[in-house]
């Protein structure tokens, strides 16, 4: 079956860097997605993966290994209105989204 | 950046009654259009998808008489739920890809919170 596995919920300092984790079991693979979830709201998109490697905008980067089945996304400089839910998301080979249950992500002053 | 505009945020209705929720994309054209739904804590639910001009695919276990579905034009999806029981209360989510590359990321609306009373 398609699964997406990602930690319940963290726990990062104001300023910090804490980096959320993200595996995958899909029927193919067409890129991986991230999104932020603030409470009460719909997601909005953070990055996209499909090829291995890092990407970096700005304060967020994502990194991709698809031979491990693996994504993370990275969060630098914390603050406080980044705490949030964050969603891992696969793309099958049928370009179905399977998503994660999602991270939630406490920032502590 | 794309945009996805959904009406309304919140409905409180009576058991029995329907409600229609809007779904637009107000500056692209969207053939297809996503209706996901989203339990307290827990990860989105696709229900259906929406297709321009034809009739929606619903997922496995999505009741397609209770949950009706019109894609009437390029930028609009209403969702209606019919005869509404409390345990239909939701937080619902239209979502749609600029451009309709599979590569293209999800915009989502602002998502109705639905209560049924």
């Known amino acids: 079956g398609q699964n997406i596995d990602q930690p319940t919920e963290m726990t990062a300092t104001e300023g910090a860097i804490v980096q959320i984790n993200c595996t995958y079991q899909?029927?193919?693979?067409?890129?991986l997605f991230w999104y932020q979830q603030h409470a009460g709201e719909a997601p909005t998109f953070l990055s996209y993966?499909?090829l291995d490697g890092l990407e970096e905008k700005g304060r967020f980067s994502s990194f991709l290994s698809r031979s491990k089945g693996y994504s993370y996304l990275l969060l630098k400089e914390l603050q406080m209105k980044d705490s949030a839910s964050y969603l891992c998301a696969a793309q099958d080979s049928n370009y179905q989204l399977i998503w994660g249950a999602g991270t939630k992500l406490i920032i502590k002053p | 950046g794309a945009v996805v505009s959904q009406h309304p945020s919140r409905v409180i209705c009576k058991s029995g009654t329907s409600v229609k929720i809007e779904c637009r994309s107000l500056d692209f054209q969207a053939t297809t259009m996503f209706w996901y739904r989203q339990f307290p804590k827990k990860s989105l639910m696709l229900m259906a998808t929406s297709n321009e001009g034809s009739k929606a695919t619903y997922e496995q276990g999505v009741e397609k008489d209770k949950f009706l579905i019109n894609h009437a034009s390029l930028t609009l999806s209403t969702l209606t739920v019919t005869s509404a029981h409390p345990e239909d209360s939701s937080f619902y989510i239209c979502?749609?890809?600029?451009?309709?590359?599979?590569?293209?990321?999800?915009?989502f609306g602002n998502g109705t919170r639905l209560t049924v009373t």
């Open positions: 993966n499909v």
């Open positions: 979502s749609a890809r600029e451009g309709g590359r599979d590569s293209s990321p999800l915009h």
């Open positions: 899909t029927s193919g693979f067409n890129g």
